[in-house]
């Protein structure tokens, strides 16, 4: 077996989940992804792999380094290529679309067969695929959802309305009796995401509404649509439009302070907030925390982030959906390899994304609390013990 072949084998290894490489892996039988190793011809080839990485062709995207969430995917895709023997540019578009299109752009130039673009901005987005598209180069959506276009390939994802749903759920089982204040936060209006985050969580808020065991504080749009099962997209627009925090900490902690200030004491005690993630969960959950007429709170997110982890294990934010970003950096690198090799990724689902149903799997998602937090976040690997303190 070559070198070349061997890291080859490794990859689709780790990409399959299989757990021994033998010796006598049926290599032979799989197709060579096309890789962008420049093997200088005086060069022995072993000398060369040994001196550098081999690059997969395939080039990725990252909406922003300005939140722990990308950066960790980041890391988590270097550390699964790496192990792998393969080097990939990894692209950040810190908020601009103009950005990512550039990217996308460099990309192709460079050569990629394939591009996995996690999107700023889902239907902006829509040009970048096209660009890609054009030139021949497969585009999978990489946890928000590319939409307007019918140049998306496969869309990798986590099953987001899930995600909205165990945040609602773990509202629901903390509350007791009616009258119970809810704050409702949302994420930014541009992320696909954002919608169906709110669509999990109106689910299974909703006829805890309507049966009087919460009740709305801070969207008059909200209210306005409290008795409605199910909302229209534009219906949600105009509930996140309200209650945004567009991702952002300092505009989810300024929204709150202004929630607060609004409502009168009685609206306060022990409250119910609705994060949608867990960088705007700890701006929104310090706003509530320094409020003296609030009691107690319960305050959802998502993520797993190592700062919202120490958080939950402190008692200043409630639950987290462990998303597990390895599971979704091994779907990417499974349907890259798939293409390279001629073939097509794994299907179970679709999602309409504006103008086609868009192949997907969506994985699992978890609900973390103080009670699993152990089990499922150090127990099982996704982030070491060290990064805490106080975990028992
Ligand atoms: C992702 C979340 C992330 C949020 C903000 C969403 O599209 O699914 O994991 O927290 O964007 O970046």
Not at 12 to 37: F, H, Q, R
Not at 125 to 149: F, H, M, Q, W
Not at 346 to 351: M, Q, R, V
């Given at each position: 077996m070559t070198k070349k072949?061997?890291?080859?084998?490794?990859?689709?290894?780790?990409?399959?989940?299989?757990?021994?490489?033998?010796?006598?892996?049926?290599?032979?039988?799989?197709?060579?992804?096309?890789?962008?190793?420049?093997?200088?011809?005086?060069?022995?080839?072993?000398?060369?792999?040994?001196?550098?990485?081999?690059?997969?062709?395939?080039g990725i995207v990252l909406p922003t380094k300005d939140e722990p969430r990308w950066i960790q995917d980041e890391t988590r895709?270097?550390?699964?290529?790496?192990?792998?023997?393969?080097?990939?540019?990894?692209?950040?578009?810190?908020?601009?679309?103009?950005?990512?299109?550039?990217?996308?752009?460099?990309?192709?130039?460079?050569?990629?067969?394939?591009?996995?673009?996690?999107?700023?901005?889902?239907?902006?987005?829509?040009?970048?695929?096209?660009?890609?598209?054009?030139?021949?180069?497969?585009?999978?959506?990489?946890?928000?959802?590319?939409?307007?276009?019918?140049?998306?390939?496969?869309?990798?994802?986590f099953d987001s309305v899930s995600v909205g749903e165990q945040q609602g759920q773990y509202l629901v089982d903390k509350a007791e009796g009616t009258g119970n204040p809810l704050y409702l936060y949302a994420g930014a209006a541009t992320d696909n995401n954002a919608f169906l985050f709110f669509e999990g969580a109106?689910?299974?808020?909703?006829?805890?509404?309507?049966?009087?065991?919460?009740?709305?504080?801070?969207?008059?749009?909200?209210?306005?649509?409290?008795?409605?099962?199910?909302?229209?997209?534009?219906?949600?627009?105009?509930?996140?439009?309200?209650?945004?925090?567009?991702?952002?900490?300092?505009?989810?902690?300024?929204?709150?302070?202004?929630?607060?200030?609004a409502a009168p004491a009685a609206d306060k005690g022990d409250v119910f907030i609705l994060a949608p993630n867990d960088g705007t969960a700890r701006a929104i959950a310090d706003a509530y925390a320094a409020d003296t007429d609030v009691t107690s709170y319960v305050v959802t997110g998502q993520d797993a982030e190592v700062a919202s982890v120490q958080y939950i294990i402190d008692g200043k934010q409630s639950m987290t959906v462990l998303k597990d970003v390895r599971t979704l950096v091994a779907d990417a690198i499974s349907a890259a390899v798939a293409y390279l090799e001629?073939?097509?990724?794994?299907?179970?689902?679709?999602?309409?994304?504006?103008?086609?149903?868009?192949?997907?799997?969506?994985?699992?998602?978890?609900s973390v609390d103080q009670d699993n937090v152990k089990a499922e976040i150090v127990d099982s690997g996704y982030w070491p013990a060290e990064e805490f303190t106080g975990l028992e």
């Open positions: 072949r061997f890291l080859f084998v490794l990859l689709t290894t780790i990409v399959v989940g299989a757990t021994v490489l033998s010796a006598c892996a049926p290599a032979a039988e799989v197709e060579e992804p096309a890789v962008m190793e420049e093997e200088a011809a005086e060069e022995p080839a072993e000398e060369a792999m040994e001196e550098e990485a081999a690059s997969l062709a395939v895709f270097r550390d699964a290529l790496t192990a792998a023997g393969y080097d990939v540019e990894i692209l950040f578009s810190q908020g601009d679309s103009a950005k990512e299109k550039a990217n996308v752009e460099d990309l192709i130039t460079k050569g990629v067969k394939v591009i996995v673009i996690c999107p700023h901005d889902s239907a902006a987005a829509a040009a970048a695929a096209e660009a890609a598209n054009e030139a021949g180069v497969k585009v999978v959506s990489y946890d928000r959802l590319i939409t307007d276009t019918d140049a998306v390939d496969y869309y990798v994802t109106w689910n299974v808020l909703q006829p805890k509404i309507a049966d009087g065991t919460f009740v709305i504080k801070n969207s008059s749009e909200a209210l306005a649509l409290q008795d409605k099962a199910e909302l229209t997209r534009d219906e949600m627009g105009q509930i996140i439009g309200q209650v945004t925090t567009n991702w952002d900490f300092n505009t989810a902690k300024n929204l709150a302070e202004a929630n607060l200030t001629g073939g097509a990724p794994e299907e179970t689902k679709t999602y309409d994304n504006g103008v086609m149903e868009v192949p997907a799997k969506p994985s699992e998602v978890v």
